[in-house]
């Protein structure tokens, strides 16, 4: 998995490519740590380039989610698949998307 972490104004994109699962969302988990604890205003995590999310990729977004007011993580380009398994979860609601 790649991560690109790109701030301005307050506002942070973060990019990943690759799987969240178990074995990477350590990483992704970090990151997203990192972003909240430097200040920033709202989150947008990019997602055109993740190819397969599991549970323990959720369970790190809604983490991030809990961390940030409410509305302020956003997923940008999700993939069909991945906007299947938010519905499926009723996380549809919970993260803006563009």
Same mark, same amino acid.
């Given at each position: 998995?790649?991560?690109? +972490? ?5 506002? &942070? +994109?973060?990019?990943? &490519? ?10 992704? %988990?970090? %990151?997203?740590?990192? @972003?909240?604890? /430097?200040?920033? $205003?709202? &989150?947008?995590?990019?997602? %055109? ?5 599991? /549970?323990?990729?959720?369970? @790190?977004?809604? $983490? %991030? ?14 993939? !069909? ?5 938010? !519905? ?11």
């Amino acid at each position: 998995m790649q991560i690109d +972490v790109q701030e301005s104004s307050g506002n &942070v +994109v973060v990019a990943v &490519v690759g799987e969240i699962d178990a074995h990477t969302c350590g990483d992704l %988990a970090a %990151a997203l740590e990192r @972003v909240i604890e /430097s200040g920033a $205003q709202a &989150v947008t995590l990019d997602v %055109a380039g993740v190819e397969f999310i599991d /549970s323990s990729g959720l369970r @790190v977004l809604i $983490q %991030a989610n809990e961390r940030l007011e409410p509305g302020r993580l956003g997923l940008r380009a999700p993939n !069909e698949t991945f906007r299947r398994l938010l !519905e499926i979860t009723g996380l549809h609601d919970v993260f803006p998307t563009e």
